[in-house]
């Protein structure tokens, strides 16, 4: 019988329930009761409760069920199943949060904090395969026929359109600009998350033992490496030099490992943005 919860998806689990909840948090508790239109459905909720007083968890659930319809055409079974669980899981969370007193009155700390917490939730939801629905449904359809675009720039460019509704509804122009403050930190925000849970290491190790190394490497953690042969241009000698691609918290263990066989052993780390093939995952 096929494992169900691999560890893999545990780790989706847990990121996707923080992100969704730092995401209910930004609504309800900062960008919500300081009437900050920061894009996405979350907006949309916030000129409907302030303008017909319909409660956000309600708007939030019901918008978001429209546009899953055209979700599930585009971007499959999968994405969408995973949607409504966030969508459901947000919309009760928004509501829940929104009996508590808001953490802040103050609009410049809610218009930055609001946009730091619906960042990153929004960016590990995305990450784990997941989404929160609204705009992030709209940016993953654009993403699809736009590849090369990152999925926080495609979202900045559906929610200008909510914000710009923000100033029809309130006639407030302070109130517009601290939403588009709100969209451009949680922009970044988003990006950020992305980009450095892709981030990987390089490692380059020159050393008369290489082949020893190697085997302890593969032997002993689920990364391969490769084997170059190389002439060192001082001294002329003959040496191997490994190229390994690991993950940050792998990267003690393995110079430990390395240094425990040849302690005078070169070993070179570089940063990689991005790492495609076995053993590592792509966030987008």
Partial sequence: MKKVLTKDNVKSIIMFVFGITLTALAISQFTLPNKIVGGGVSGISTILFHVLKIEPGLSTAVINAVLLLVGLKVLGKRFVIATITGVGLLSVLVQLFSYLPPITTNIILASVFGGVFYGVGIGF????????????????????????????????????????????????????????????????????????????????????????????????????????????????????????????????????????????????????????????????
């Fill in 125 to 284: 939801a995305l990450a784990a395969g997941g989404s929160s629905g609204g705009t992030d449904i709209l940016g993953r359809i654009l993403q699809h026929f736009l590849p090369h675009f990152p999925i926080g720039s495609l979202i900045m460019l559906v929610d200008g359109v909510v914000i710009a509704l923000s100033y029809v509804f309130f006639r407030n122009l302070e109130l517009t600009l601290f939403g588009v403050v709100t969209l451009a930190v949680s922009t970044y925000a988003i990006d950020a998350v992305i980009r450095k849970l892709n981030v990987s290491k390089l490692a380059f190790i020159v050393s008369e033992k290489g082949e020893e190394i190697a085997k302890k490497l593969v032997t002993t953690s689920p990364r391969g490496c490769t084997i170059i042969d190389t002439i060192g241009a001082y001294t002329h000698e003959n040496n191997k030099m490994l190229v390994c691609a690991l993950k940050d918290n792998e990267l003690p263990a393995f110079q430990r490992k390395i240094l425990e066989i040849d302690p005078h052993a070169f070993i070179i780390f570089s940063e990689s943005s991005q790492i495609v093939g076995n053993g590592f995952h792509v966030y987008r």
